[in-house]
């Protein structure tokens, strides 16, 4: 199969690569950029192991062809720190108030608490169950990771008054 040339800009970084069109986005982005924080999980889109950032959107990349993701916008776990490198809000409440266990599932549970956050700032707990029931866990018991969702919020909400 011939390959197309695809081009999208990835955690901030513009990347350009030939990939077969029917490839996976979640294989072009663990196997051709080496950027390993999205996990395969079920490869057909129930876990949400895999969701990333795509275009304001949270996609699971076991779902998107390469070809889709051509121009778009995508950002996984790792585009998710601070510029100097440390841990970003959602990713430090989820540390904070242990939102993992074995963290398979941790990368695509922050992407996804990110777009959730940035549609809905002040969600309730049931909001977030809601917003997070794409995402599956085997661990936890989904309360540390809704309490530090509520917490990410609550700590974004109090920068942005500080700020203003």
């Known amino acids: ?74 950002t996984t776990v790792e585009g998710l720190v601070n510029a100097d490198g440390s841990l970003g809000v959602i990713q430090e409440m989820f540390r904070e108030h242990h939102g993992l266990q074995c963290g398979f599932c941790t990368p695509g549970m922050i992407t996804r608490a990110h777009r959730l956050l940035q549609e809905n700032p002040n969600p309730t707990e049931e909001e977030v169950r809601f917003g997070m029931s794409g995402n599956l866990c085997r661990c936890t018991g989904y309360q540390n990771i809704v309490k530090a969702i509520l917490a990410a919020a609550a700590s974004l909400n109090a920068q942005k008054e500080a700020a203003e």
């Open 1 to 74: 199969m011939s390959k197309i040339h695809v081009k999208m800009t990835v955690n901030g970084r513009e990347v350009e690569a030939l990939a077969e069109p029917r490839q996976l986005l979640i294989h072009h982005l663990r196997e051709d950029l080496r950027i390993t924080g999205p996990h395969i999980g079920c490869e057909t889109s129930h876990c949400g192991a895999c969701t990333v950032d795509m275009d304001g959107k949270s996609v699971k990349a076991c779902t998107v062809f390469v070809a889709q993701a051509d121009g778009a916008e995508i």
